[in-house]
C-alpha cells in the first residue's frame, strides 16, 4: 500500500506530477485538514482533484482532528478553548502532529488495505514530500507499521524543480500552504491576509487576545501581530528567523 501525505502546497502538487511520469500510482493520497488553512489553500483543492481524476489518480482524502467526543475540531477553535496560540509560538511543533499528523494515522489504522498489509506481516509506504533544498529535515521515521519515502529527494528536485514541473504542466502554483494565523507567516503575508481576508485577520487577533501571553507577545513571538497590522512601518526589522514547520509544503518559488 502506497499513501502520499499531501500538504496542500508547492511540494505535493510537485510530487503527484513527479510520481505519475513515474509510474507510480498511490492507493490513497491524504491531506489533513486543520479546519484554519489559507483560502488559496482550499481553492487549489478542486484544481487538484480534477488533475486527480484526469491522471487516473484517487480522489483527495480529507481528514481532520477530533476531540475525545468524537466531534471535528479545528485548530482556531482548539486554540481559542486553550486560551493558546498554535504551539510553534512557544517553540514547538505539537500543532502539525495533533492536526496532520494524528489524524492521517488515526485514518490509516481503519483503512482495510492497510490493516490487511499489517496483518500479513507487510509496512504501508507513506510518500512525504520534502525537497532536495530541505533534504535536512529527512529523519528515518520508519517503523514496524511504515516504511517513509521522500520521491522528491529521489528525483533530485530542489523548490525550483517543483514550481517548473507544476508550470510545465499548464497549472497554476498552489501557494505557501499554512494556518491564517501560522506564527511563521512574514509581514508581507500578514499585511496581505489584512487586506485581502480582513475577516481572518480579525480573527487571528482575536485567537491572539484570547491567549495567555506571559512567556510570548504574541503571534509573532516578540510581538503582537495586532501591534503590527496597527503600525506596519514600525515593524519591518521585528522578524525573526523562521522555525521549522511540520505543516510547511513549499512557497510561491
Not at 37 to 65: A, C, S
Not at 75 to 86: K, V
Not at 182 to 202: F, K, Q, S, V, Y
Not at 217 to 239: I, N
Request: aromatic share 10%.
Amino acid at each position: 500500500m502506497i499513501v502520499m501525505s499531501d500538504g496542500g502546497g508547492t511540494n505535493s502538487m510537485a510530487m503527484l506530477i513527479g510520481l505519475r511520469d513515474a509510474g507510480v500510482t498511490p492507493d490513497v493520497i491524504v491531506f489533513a485538514d486543520t479546519g484554519s488553512e489559507r483560502p488559496h489553500t482550499y481553492e487549489y483543492m478542486q484544481i487538484k482533484r480534477e488533475w486527480l481524476k484526469r491522471n487516473g489518480f484517487p480522489d483527495l482524502t480529507v481528514v481532520r482532528n477530533t476531540n475525545k467526543h468524537g466531534q471535528e475540531q479545528t485548530l482556531e477553535q482548539d486554540c481559542l478553548n486553550r486560551g493558546a496560540l498554535p504551539s510553534i509560538a512557544y517553540g514547538f511543533k505539537s500543532c502539525s502532529q495533533k492536526f496532520k499528523i494524528q489524524p492521517i494515522d488515526k485514518f490509516l489504522n481503519h483503512h482495510p488495505l492497510a490493516l490487511d498489509v499489517w496483518k500479513n506481516g507487510g509496512r504501508v509506504v507513506k510518500l512525504i514530500g520534502y525537497d532536495a533544498d530541505e533534504s535536512h529535515r529527512v529523519r528515518d521515521y520508519d517503523d514496524q507499521k511504515y516504511t517513509v519515502a521522500y520521491p522528491l529527494l529521489d528525483y533530485g528536485w530542489g523548490r525550483a524543480d517543483c514550481v517548473a514541473a507544476i508550470k510545465n504542466e499548464g497549472l497554476p502554483l498552489p501557494g505557501k500552504s499554512s494556518c491564517f494565523f501560522c506564527p511563521n507567516m512574514r509581514r508581507g503575508e500578514i499585511l496581505e491576509l489584512h487586506a485581502t481576508h480582513p475577516d481572518l485577520a480579525a480573527r487571528a487577533i482575536a485567537i491572539e487576545q484570547n491567549a495567555d501571553l506571559s512567556s510570548v507577545k504574541g503571534l509573532g513571538r516578540s510581538w503582537s501581530w495586532g501591534s503590527m497590522l496597527a503600525t506596519p512601518d514600525m515593524f519591518a526589522d521585528h522578524f525573526e528567523k523562521p522555525m521549522p514547520c511540520g505543516c510547511y509544503d513549499g512557497g510561491e518559488s
